[in-house]
């Protein structure tokens, strides 16, 4: 609302965060763990006398420095061009409230490049015990930025007593603070373990690199083990809204839990094969265990951010920018009232769809696409008639938690509506008039946002209408997700006798 959006209609900006972050989180993560994992194994080469494991380290030390120190930061640096254009007033709140965190962190992580390079480049050239040091200020450097963004982005989905006090200790020494912190350091090991087997997978077989494999597979497999306690510790944490999403009210965020679980057991297996016997570390082997690693880490960074719906920062910023604070202002005045950038303050028949489409690019784009793959609101809004839309979107979040209330007035309600069916969908756009209406308009107005008729030809097959009436009295007794109908008794009776023709009754 007080920042321009940069309106990507087919790709949707959370797309781009997505991708980019997801690949970001994975090499940084890379950049924690690799730097106990190169100390470790310097110092096994030193305690083996083993000239070919201290060669095959330094070597893994070149690829790790072009991989974390370039491509990390490449990354890294787009995470926040992405971020600040996608979602400013996020990235804004972040900011105002944890500058001094955000300063601290970038002095650690100049701090861990200039260690990284001091490290690689003196390897050899420097005596055993202070290139050990050097490489101990690398990766608690590292370990620190960790510790340091975790605290801010954790913050986000559990801000805690900070909701009270706005104190920064309070919000960065937050609920899942703690849990997280040691879920991101073991699976930061984990990635070691996991980049050290594929680097390996390519080298020649001898028995230096057999020794590499098996404490390679050892990181991947102990990693795993202890990073279950931590996850089990963050969700038992979790505000109960968003535990809710996670343990079963949303089926994306549950399909998500399980590719994280599928991913870890793979992970752990193949890991604990290649430990017992290091010859079975082949290049597609040690892929297979890269992409349980990306998809462990993947998936987790994704459930976590869809946990955190309808906010961007819990109970405090809505994922379309908007303050919880400012709601019931908006929904009173109206959202152009308020609004920095759009074209108009009061909707007319003219410029009735051009409202409603800065409308979705400020309430609805954060999550939506338009005909893109991400969340298409044609595909979602397909079944629904304007009048349907209307209604649907004035009780929005009743319906579906996860989506952000709509901020704005009646008017405004109806002038997204007719963007959605008129422009988008191509439907007929006009207000109803006032008759009693028949069971498929009903159906229409109150039900066409989750279900399509023909849902019902086998759901409620067999039923009488007494049994479907009954149901319209209890709706939200049957399934929680599913809002009280708040049709008249008329109506009710209207809708039971549509349903039961569907189902096959009365032909």
């Known amino acids: ?22 690949v970001h989180v994975f090499v ?39 991989l974390t120190m370039v491509f990390g930061s490449i990354t ?28 601290a962190e970038w002095v650690f992580f100049v701090l861990e490049i200039i260690a990284a390079f001091v490290y690689y480049y003196t390897f050899g050239k420097m005596d055993r015990k202070t290139h050990l040091k050097i490489g101990w200020i690398y990766f608690i450097s590292a370990w620190m930025s960790l510790f340091l963004i975790t605290g801010i982005i954790d913050f986000m989905l559990t801000p805690g007593t900070w909701l009270k006090t706005h104190n920064f200790w309070n919000g960065f020494f937050n609920p899942s603070f703690i849990p997280s912190v040691g879920f991101r350091t073991f699976m930061s090991f984990l990635m070691a373990g996991v980049f050290g087997l594929f680097v390996l997978s390519f080298y020649k077989n001898n028995e230096a690199k057999e020794k590499f494999v098996k404490y390679s597979a050892l990181w991947v497999t102990i990693s795993i083990i202890l990073m279950i306690p931590f996850a089990l510790w963050y969700v038992s944490v979790l505000p109960s809204e968003a535990k809710a999403l996670v343990l079963g009210k949303s089926p994306e965020i549950v399909r998500t839990t399980k590719v994280i679980i599928t991913s870890g057991i793979i992970g752990f297996v193949l890991g604990l ?44 910023m809505y994922s379309n920018m908007i303050l919880e604070s400012q709601l019931e202002t908006l929904k009173k005045d109206g959202f ?12 007319t028949n003219e410029n009735k769809r051009q409202v409603g489409k800065e409308l979705f ?39 579906r938690y996860f989506m952000p209330p709509f901020a704005g007035n009646e008017e405004e309600a109806k002038a997204l509506a007719a963007f959605i069916a008129g422009d988008l969908l191509g439907k007929e756009v006009k207000e109803p008039v006032k008759k009693a209406l028949d069971g498929k308009t009903i159906f229409e107005d109150n039900c066409s946002s989750c279900h399509e008729p023909s849902d019902f030809e086998d ?49």
């Open 336 to 347: 152009l009232k308020h609004a920095k950038w759009v074209s108009a303050r009061e909707i």
């Open 76 to 103: 890294g640096v787009g995470i926040w061009f992405i971020t600040a254009l996608v979602n400013p007033g996020g990235i804004s709140l972040l900011i105002h409230n944890f500058v001094f965190g955000w300063a």
């Open 28 to 66: 940084s993560h890379f950049a924690v763990g690799g730097g106990a994992y190169l100390i470790a194994l310097e110092k096994k080469a030193y305690n083996e006398e083993s000239n070919e494991l201290l060669e095959i380290t330094k070597r893994f030390a070149k690829f790790f420095i072009l």
């Open 361 to 399: 690019i400020h309430q609805c784009y954060a999550c939506h696409t338009i005909g893109g793959f991400n969340n298409d609101i044609k595909e979602k809004a397909a079944s629904m008639s304007y009048t349907a839309l209307t209604k649907y979107i004035e009780k929005i979040h009743k319906v």
């Open 273 to 316: 094969i290649v430990f017992f016997k290091p010859s079975f570390n082949k290049a597609y082997i040690a892929f297979i265990i890269f992409l349980t690693g990306f998809f462990v880490i993947g998936s987790f960074e994704w459930t976590r951010e869809a946990a955190r719906r309808p906010y961007v920062i819990n109970k405090v």
């Open 1 to 22: 609302m007080n920042y321009p959006v940069w309106f990507l209609p087919s790709i949707g900006g959370g797309t781009l965060i997505a991708f980019i972050a997801i």
């Open 459 to 507: 759901l409620i097959a067999g039923w009488d209408k007494a049994k479907i009436r009954k149901a319209l009295d209890m709706l939200d007794k049957l399934n929680e997700e599913m809002p009280p109908f708040e049709g008249t008794p008329q109506e009710k009776d209207t809708l039971t006798e549509y349903l039961f023709k569907i189902a096959g009754g009365e032909k």
